[in-house]
């Protein structure tokens, strides 16, 4: 509360942000901190938006507050949003994946409070997949916004350790600073078996999505349902015709959840992925071999990969591998150099120990 009080505050929040049973921003407007506005990411404030929906601005309704939509025209607050604070906190649950759009948003508030002389007060949350790093680092000629600095997809740092990494790599816009309190949380460690509260998106409903997902979102760039638009997103992988399935599931869309989703009315055969949970926490590594697999059981292999894989993958060698029949075993060692590099580099920012 020391970086808050007497300030005139900017939150960055969404319905992960809780303070025991209550909104961060309730919590610190009954507190008497001035929070003045609120800024939404991705699926919105409180939680109200589907993925890929564009979060409208507007005011809300519990608070009054202005809610400035980072997702929707715009994925950075401007001078006229920020004009007035003293000081911006950010408080949401990521998942320790760099496609996981919630540290890009961090990012982009940090470059632009650096900008503007805006201090940036970080709420440290567990990582739940930070118990390992693996896969490929991304280049810089593939950064948008699923990937915004060269870390790997599996980058095992806190919202809080990511924050300061960027600033002391120099990762911001421009060489920018800003000046950063990180919040750190206390009896926690990259190992610790952290079950997330509130589901941190629509399509990761529960911990076995959240172990899964390094691996199987990589198919979002692919002709892979991962179960979006039925009761399993992020728990089965599969497409019309799949030789290797064990069961069938017929993508529709759900209202809030999602809208389109791949093979949408049509019967996918496919794999329960949750029976590989076990294996994830075990190997504690990015289970490319099951791109690798669907890549070869798919017909048709031009048809395979879409833009945005590489997007996903921060590189175009990855597709260019598994295209060229590489091991997966081959590939993993292809991401060791710049894997030792980072995580070389990671060392001086965590805050807590493996």
Known sequence: MKHLKGKRV????????????????????AEGVAVVTVFA???????????????????????????????????????????????????????????????????????????????????????????????PVLESEFSSFVGVAPIPIVHGL???????????????????RCVLHVVPMENYTHSTKYVIP?????NLQNMDAILLYPSLCLF????????????????????????GG??????????????????????CSGRDMSVEVASVLRDKR???????????????KKSFFNPFFEKLAGTDKLRKQIESGISADSIRDSWQPALTHYKKAREKYLIYKD
């Open 10 to 29: 900017g939150v960055v929040a969404n319905q992960t942000s809780i303070k025991g049973n209550k909104h961060i921003v309730d919590f610190l407007l």
């Open 286 to 300: 990015l289970k490319i071999e099951w791109v690798v697999e669907m890549y070869q059981a798919f017909p048709d």
């Open 158 to 176: 806190t919202v809080g350790e990511y924050a300061s990494m960027a600033l002391g790599e120099g990762w911001l816009k421009d060489g920018r």
């Open 41 to 135: 990411p991705e699926h919105g404030f409180r939680g109200e938006a589907g993925p890929g929906d564009k979060v409208v601005s507007g005011k809300d309704p519990k608070t009054g507050l202005p809610v400035i939509s980072l997702y929707g025209t715009k994925r950075r607050p401007s001078k006229e949003d920020l004009s007035g604070l003293d000081v911006v906190l950010f408080d949401i649950q990521d998942v320790g994946v760099r496609f996981y759009t919630y540290i890009s948003t961090l990012h982009y508030i940090m470059e632009e409070c650096g900008l503007y002389g805006i201090p940036v007060v970080v709420l440290d949350r567990p990582n739940p997949n930070g118990f390992y790093v693996d896969g």
């Open 246 to 267: 064990t069961s069938e599931l017929t993508p529709n869309e759900i209202a809030g959840v999602i809208k389109n989703p791949p093979y949408e009315g049509k019967v």
């Open 198 to 202: 509130v589901a941190p998106s629509p």
């Open 220 to 243: 979002e760039g692919a002709a892979v349902s991962v179960g979006r638009g039925t009761p399993y997103p992020f728990t089965w992988m599969g497409f019309p015709g799949y030789k």
